[in-house]
């Protein structure tokens, strides 16, 4: 098949390509820059120039392919908001293109934005976070699988390799400025993580599978606690490990201290049995011990 990915020189997507063209699947590409053409059609991958604000690029990649996986998403998380509006409407306009077809359509959302009840993990099935504006994105693919089209939500935790760790690189940047790696409380807050690798592949079942409606978790560890992620960072910057006030998280670690204080533990057991995926790789700290902490964590 020939399946457009948008996203498709970035983190998830240097895991997922492989694996769609070792299964046999042609890739179309989108990408901004040309730094990133060069790097997909070393790949094998046909591109087409565009990003997630040029609606009518995301048309005409849909246009062209025999389904979507949509990864592309601004990381800049000091604008959340926006980035999320223009998530939605990017999901919008591939949607249109698809009705009236059996063409799977996945779209990437975040563990986060399943709710925790009673601190337990949260699971395929749990209701959203209604503070959480990925929300919105995830409401356009309900009314859209309402209209035919065929549609599949992929949850990320912390999708991590030695490079990028989801949130962790942020928490991370915080520490190196301020000289100390910090969690806040007693740091039993939990993240979710997954190796890229296992990720790449859960989204090949996806597409392949692909079962309309269906959200699926590409959770391998249900939750890493903060203080277990503030002590690895520790390790690998040389720098003190300190817990602080949930009162002073604001200042110490900006827009990152609602995520940085969120407890998120999330299960992927549906998804496991759904897809027989069976996640395996390092772990979160296991690949944060491994990393080079000369490198600058955003890049």
Not at 21 to 49: N, P
Not at 145 to 168: A, F, M, S, W
Not at 179 to 192: K, L, Q, T
């Amino acid at each position: 098949m020939r399946i457009f990915v948008t996203g498709a020189a970035g983190f998830i997507a240097s895991a997922l390509i492989p694996e769609l063209k070792q299964a046999g699947h042609q890739v179309l590409g989108l990408t901004r820059s040309e730094a990133g053409a060069e790097k997909l059609r070393a790949a094998g991958v046909e591109v087409l120039h565009g990003n997630i604000e040029d609606l009518d690029s995301l048309r005409k990649g849909a246009a062209n392919s025999d389904g979507v996986i949509h990864l592309a998403f601004n990381h800049d998380f000091s604008q959340f908001m926006k980035n999320c509006e223009d998530d939605r409407k990017a999901i919008q306009a591939i949607g249109e293109v698809l009705l009236g077809s059996n063409r799977p359509f996945i779209m990437t959302s975040g563990t986060a934005i399943a709710a925790n009840i009673d601190g337990k993990p949260s699971t395929e099935d749990s209701p959203t976070e209604s503070w959480n504006p990925r929300a919105a994105s995830e409401a356009v693919m309900n009314e859209l699988k309402e209209r035919g089209v065929n549609t599949t939500i992929v949850r990320l935790p912390q999708v991590h390799d030695t490079r990028k760790q989801g949130l962790t690189p942020y928490v991370h940047a915080v520490a190196r400025e301020k000289g100390v790696s910090a969690y806040i409380g007693d740091g039993s807050n939990r993240w979710p993580a997954a190796p890229v690798a296992s990720v790449g592949q859960l989204y090949r079942l996806a597409f392949e599978k692909a079962e309309a409606g269906s959200i699926y978790h590409a959770v391998d560890e249900e939750g890493v606690s903060m203080k277990a992620i503030a002590e690895a960072l520790g390790r690998g910057l040389k720098v003190p490990v300190v817990s602080i006030k949930p009162e002073e998280a604001e200042a110490h670690f900006g827009w990152l201290a609602r995520f940085a204080a969120h407890d998120m533990p999330a299960s992927s057991a549906i998804t496991r049995k759904k897809l027989n995926w069976t996640p395996a790789g390092p772990s979160l700290i296991e690949d944060l011990d491994g990393m080079d902490y000369s490198l600058n964590p955003l890049g």
